[in-house]
């Protein structure tokens, strides 16, 4: 077993460590989890200029992930580094679950393979080395239904409740999970109260706290939140979740080889897996259709679709080799893929060089971004706001303000914030004319002036005559003609 681990650890570290802080580049949703994540560990309840309930379209993430990893960003001092080293220990969490929690049911081989294949993937290496919410709630899925292949027993309840609760710590998208859970255990009524119950307490005493503090707007960003779900669930569904699903599964052989080893765990007996994964996974692409190129969104799933692996290898061991022992090749075969996949994905962890598939997206230059930042910051301090994006946020002392907050100051409505947002939820004055500098970057150009009304401001900046201060090949940085220059 501590050979078997250290084999892990070793991938782990070669894999998910190396240029931790810049590779991949920095994506939207990352840097504003982080900034919001480091504010709370300070004890500020904050969407950049917004008060954060939690529960905003916007930002559904939840606070117990976002007060872990602000906490690990700030024994960093403040960067990103920490928030990223919290989500790569996450990946290391899920595989030594799948090891040795899996094993019990799977057998010690089948859930090494398992592991090992889960940690070597690109896809895994890429997000787990990002800091999203998701990467929780995919270790609290997995946990769960690790418990789940046990016999319908109190202990087993009790810590498969406790995994939904890791889940429903971090996203809103536990909730897929907690349906699966119960599906699970469909004839084993009592157990619906283990499962749910700690999942439960965490809701209430979380919302509780919450209400405390921001009452009304709460229930006003439920409320938003559930229609958002909805809405945009239809459009970015397209009506086609049998489609969306192909796609998704036959994007690549270790997809195919996850289906082929999740369907094999029902001769298995093993039937928790596939029913977690398999139902979680279509409820996603149900709402999502761009989940091979967004696919942070589905490391929700991925730890539970990879015990695929562990049924394919227990079906190699106990039923191939049984009737045929020529055979054993095959599963000989299967054990050289976790190293090729090593293989092809250590010159890339090594060199900093790893992409990931939304890569037209996320920061095409790190360090351009911090020479900006670093201008920013010789001649801006924490009373200051500057207009800006998430990616360029993280590393200011002045307050930020998102163009996509920005536009709702003047009550109109944008992606994200369709319903608006009152005077009374900005932290401090949001308005064009009281920043300082704006900042228009890469993303911006990509994505957010493209979203609905947002361009008004592109367009104000022009019409004004903000100059250019600054400028490298992806960003550049505009002076409020208002403030006199120099000062």
């Given at each position: 077993?501590?050979?078997?681990?250290?084999?892990?650890?070793?991938?782990?570290?070669?894999?998910?460590?190396?240029?931790?802080?810049?590779?991949?580049?920095?994506?939207?949703?990352?840097?504003?989890?982080?900034?919001?994540?480091?504010?709370?560990?300070?004890?500020?309840?904050?969407?950049?200029?917004?008060?954060?309930?939690?529960?905003?379209?916007?930002?559904?993430?939840?606070?117990?992930?976002?007060?872990?990893?602000?906490?690990?960003?700030?024994?960093?001092?403040?960067?990103?580094?920490?928030?990223?080293?919290?989500?790569?220990?996450?990946?290391?969490?899920?595989?030594?679950?799948?090891?040795?929690?899996?094993?019990?049911?799977?057998?010690?081989?089948?859930?090494?393979?398992?592991?090992?294949?889960?940690?070597?993937?690109?896809?895994?290496?890429?997000?787990?080395?990002?800091?999203?919410?998701?990467?929780?709630?995919?270790?609290?899925?997995?946990?769960?239904?690790?418990?789940?292949?046990?016999?319908?027993?109190?202990?087993?309840?009790?810590?498969?409740?406790?995994?939904?609760?890791?889940?429903?710590?971090?996203?809103?998208?536990?909730?897929?999970?907690?349906?699966?859970?119960?599906?699970?255990?469909?004839?084993?009524?009592?157990?619906?109260?283990?499962?749910?119950?700690?999942?439960?307490?965490?809701?209430?005493?979380?919302?509780?706290?919450?209400?405390?503090?921001?009452?009304?707007?709460?229930?006003?960003?439920?409320?938003?939140?559930?229609?958002?779900?909805?809405?945009?669930?239809?459009?970015?569904?397209?009506?086609?979740?049998?489609?969306?699903?192909?796609?998704?599964?036959?994007?690549?052989?270790?997809?195919?080889?996850?289906?082929?080893?999740?369907?094999?765990?029902?001769?298995?007996?093993?039937?928790?897996?596939?029913?977690?994964?398999?139902?979680?996974?279509?409820?996603?692409?149900r709402n999502r259709q761009n989940?091979?190129?967004?696919?942070?969104?589905?490391?929700?799933?991925?730890?539970?679709?990879?015990?695929?692996?562990?049924?394919?290898?227990?079906?190699?061991?106990?039923?191939?080799?049984?009737?045929?022992?020529?055979?054993?090749?095959?599963?000989?075969?299967?054990?050289?893929?976790?190293?090729?996949?090593?293989?092809?994905?250590l010159p890339a962890s090594l060199?900093?060089?790893?992409?990931?598939?939304?890569?037209?997206?996320?920061?095409?230059?790190?360090?351009?971004?911090?020479?900006?930042?670093?201008?920013?910051?010789?001649?801006?301090?924490?009373?200051?706001?500057?207009?800006?994006?998430?990616?360029?946020?993280?590393?200011?002392?002045?307050?930020?303000?998102?163009?996509?907050?920005?536009?709702?100051?003047?009550?109109?409505?944008?992606?994200?914030?369709e319903n608006g947002n009152a005077?009374?939820?900005?932290?401090?004055?949001?308005?064009?004319?009281?920043?300082?500098?704006?900042?228009?970057?890469?993303?911006?150009?990509?994505?957010?002036?493209?979203?609905?009304?947002?361009?008004?401001?592109?367009?104000?900046?022009?019409?004004?005559?903000?100059?250019?201060?600054?400028?490298?090949?992806?960003?550049?940085?505009?002076?409020?003609?208002?403030?006199?220059?120099?000062?």
């Open positions: 077993m501590l050979a078997a681990l250290g084999v892990l650890s070793l991938c782990w570290v070669l894999l998910y460590l190396p240029n931790l802080r810049t590779s991949p580049g920095w994506y939207g949703d990352e840097t504003l989890t982080f900034c919001s994540s480091r504010d709370l560990a300070s004890g500020v309840a904050s969407n950049f200029a917004l008060w954060n309930t939690y529960w905003h379209p916007h930002y559904p993430y939840q606070p117990a992930y976002s007060l872990v990893n602000g906490i690990f960003a700030r024994l960093a001092h403040g960067d990103i580094v920490g928030s990223r080293f919290f989500n790569a220990l996450l990946a290391l969490a899920a595989a030594f679950s799948i090891y040795l929690i899996g094993r019990y049911r799977f057998g010690s081989r089948a859930s090494l393979f398992a592991a090992a294949m889960f940690l070597v993937y690109g896809q895994t290496i890429i997000h787990y080395r990002m800091g999203n919410s998701h990467n929780a709630a995919g270790l609290g899925l997995l946990i769960m239904t690790l418990f789940l292949l046990r016999k319908p027993r109190m202990g087993n309840d009790w810590f498969a409740g406790l995994g939904l609760m890791v889940g429903a710590g971090a996203h809103p998208l536990f909730v897929h999970g907690a349906v699966a859970g119960i599906l699970c255990r469909l004839k084993h009524p009592v157990s619906w109260v283990r499962i749910l119950l700690p999942c439960v307490l965490y809701l209430a005493v979380s919302l509780a706290v919450i209400y405390h503090f921001f009452g009304r707007w709460l229930v006003e960003d439920l409320v938003h939140l559930q229609e958002a779900f909805s809405a945009r669930g239809q459009a970015d569904g397209g009506g086609r979740a049998f489609e969306n699903f192909r796609i998704f599964i036959s994007q690549d052989w270790f997809h195919l080889g996850l289906l082929g080893g999740l369907l094999l765990c029902f001769p298995l007996r093993r039937t928790a897996a596939p029913i977690v994964g398999l139902l979680v996974l279509f409820l996603l692409v989940l091979v190129v967004f696919y942070y969104q589905a490391i929700v799933i991925l730890p539970v679709l990879c015990l695929g692996w562990a049924g394919l290898w227990r079906y190699c061991e106990t039923r191939i080799r049984r009737l045929a022992p020529r055979v054993r090749h095959i599963v000989l075969a299967l054990g050289a893929l976790p190293l090729t996949l090593f293989a092809v994905a060199a900093g060089t790893l992409t990931p598939r939304n890569h037209y997206w996320v920061t095409q230059s790190p360090a351009e971004v911090e020479a900006a930042a670093q201008w920013l910051n010789e001649r801006t301090g924490p009373g200051d706001v500057v207009a800006g994006n998430p990616n360029i946020a993280w590393l200011l002392h002045a307050r930020t303000v998102p163009y996509l907050q920005m536009i709702t100051w003047y009550g109109i409505p944008t992606q994200g914030y005077r009374e939820r900005f932290r401090f004055d949001s308005s064009l004319e009281n920043a300082r500098f704006a900042v228009i970057g890469d993303i911006d150009r990509r994505w957010t002036f493209g979203e609905p009304n947002v361009i008004r401001l592109a367009e104000r900046m022009e019409s004004e005559k903000w100059p250019v201060v600054w400028r490298g090949p992806n960003y550049e940085i505009l002076a409020n003609p208002r403030f006199p220059a120099g000062d």
